[in-house]
Antibody
Framework: QVQLVESGGGVVQPGRSLRLSCAAS????????MHWVRQAPGKGLEWVSL????????FYGDSVKGRFTISRDNSKSTLFLQLDSLRVEDTAVYYC??????????WGQGTPVTVSS | SYVLTQPPSVSVAPGQTASISCGGN??????VHWYQQRPGQAPALVVY???DRPSGIPERFSGSHSGNTATLTISRVEAGDEADYYC??????????FGTGTKVTVL
């Protein structure tokens, strides 16, 4: 079936790194732009990053620019998010989402990231 | 940065109609999308491009646009509609923006 499954979350100290993955299935992954969206505990949704269908163009929210890197492997239908220089305020559930032309038409179940000393 | 404002909470009795507003500067010029997030679950798209529904979303969910406000209307509310609802737009300066979220409680 059509789905997105995230993995790679965990507990990490401030300043350290983490790599999130999102495995896609049930649709032609290489035809779609993909996003990461996060949600801090008890808070609303925040867009994090976007990568074009071919991986060429990448965009980031101001709060993560210069620290996070989005990438994809179309041969493996997998999306990635490299989180570097992590801060306490990066603590959130991270969702991958498929692009539906400036909205998000398919979401994964999320992977939690906790940044704490 | 662009801001979308929603009421924090809306309460509605089963079978009645819930209306959730989403306000933003010049929102009338933007396409508005709506997401439902049930407790402990990921968000799910319920309305896109102001008033279209993805396949599988009941006709009870509808979107509209008037002036500086967009509205998600849930008709004949059911217990399963209890969730947080978020509006979202794309803005050229802020890119992807979500509303503050509205918790819908079914009495």
């Amino acid at each position: 079936q059509v789905q997105l499954v995230e993995s790679g979350g965990g507990v990490v100290q401030p300043g350290r790194s983490l790599r999130l993955s999102c495995a896609a299935s049930g649709f032609t992954f290489s035809s779609f732009a993909m996003h990461w969206v996060r949600q801090a505990p008890g808070k609303g949704l925040e867009w994090v990053s976007l990568i074009a269908y071919d991986g060429v163009n990448k965009f980031y929210g101001d709060s993560v620019k210069g620290r996070f890197t989005i990438s994809r492997d179309n041969s493996k239908s997998t999306l990635f998010l490299q989180l570097d220089s992590l801060r306490v305020e990066d603590t959130a559930v991270y969702y991958c989402a498929r692009d539906g032309v400036r909205y998000f038409d398919l979401w994964g179940q999320g992977t939690p990231v906790t940044v704490s000393s | 940065s662009y801001v979308l404002t929603q009421p924090p909470s809306v309460s509605v009795a089963p079978g009645q109609t819930a209306s959730i507003s989403c306000g933003g500067n010049d929102i009338g010029s933007k396409r508005v999308h709506w997401y439902q997030q049930r407790p402990g679950q990921a968000p799910a798209l319920v309305v896109y491009d102001d008033d279209d529904r993805p396949s599988g979303i009941p006709e009870r969910f509808s979107g509209s646009h008037s002036g500086n406000t967009a509205t998600l209307t849930i008709s004949r509310v059911e217990a399963g509609d209890e969730a947080d609802y978020y509006c979202q737009v794309w803005d050229s300066s802020s890119e992807y923006v979500f509303g503050t979220g509205t918790k819908v409680t079914v009495l």
